[in-house]
């Protein structure tokens, strides 16, 4: 199981998108442009999700989390693998008792910083209805828990040199996009 480090905020108007994207490529690379959708499954009325399912480039995720704040840094244990037939995945976990608890959908560019950094500039919604707005997501993958608070530090770093720290969004996008 790996650790996910990862902290967002929000993007609030076009100067801070537009600052944002240019630290980005002065700091990184840029490496696509991306497009996630995303099932969320939980028991029967639940408050909150169990896992997910993630498509993206034509590929399918299972992604279930482990979810602690640090700060205002999540700091999640991930369990992640791929499966290759969606749709019988979801007949399982319908079969397991779980429904869909929402329906997501992630719009990125995704940069490469150094030090296996990545950052995205997502725009995120749900089925039938309007953005929930666009967001900075910075993220760093570590192997070891011992490695997580050199990838809080550098996270951190990278939010205050964009002054964000005033718009950090410690919510789940599927809390907050939740009817």
Request: glycine share 4%; net charge negative; hydrophobic share 35%.
């Amino acid at each position: 199981m790996r650790i996910e480090v990862e902290m967002k905020a929000w993007l609030k108007t076009e100067e801070e998108i537009e600052t944002a994207r240019e630290y980005l490529k002065k700091h990184g690379k840029f490496l696509k442009k991306s497009v996630k959708d995303d099932i969320y499954f939980a028991k029967p009325n639940a408050e909150t999700f169990d896992f997910r399912i993630r498509e993206v480039d034509g590929k399918y995720f299972v992604t279930e989390k482990k979810r602690k704040l640090v700060g205002k840094m999540e700091q999640n244990e991930e369990l992640e693998f791929e499966v290759s037939d969606k749709e019988a995945f979801i007949a399982l976990t319908k079969n397991l008792g779980y429904v869909v608890f929402l329906r997501k959908t992630k719009k990125s560019e995704v940069y490469e910083l150094e030090d296996r950094i990545t950052a995205e500039i997502t725009t995120v919604g749900a089925a039938n209805l309007q953005p929930l707005g666009t967001f900075l997501e910075i993220e760093k993958l570590c192997e070891r828990e011992e490695e997580s608070g050199k990838a809080r530090k550098e996270i951190q770093k990278i939010f205050q040199e964009l002054d964000l720290e005033k718009n950090i969004e410690t919510r789940q996008y599927a809390v907050m996009l939740k009817p």
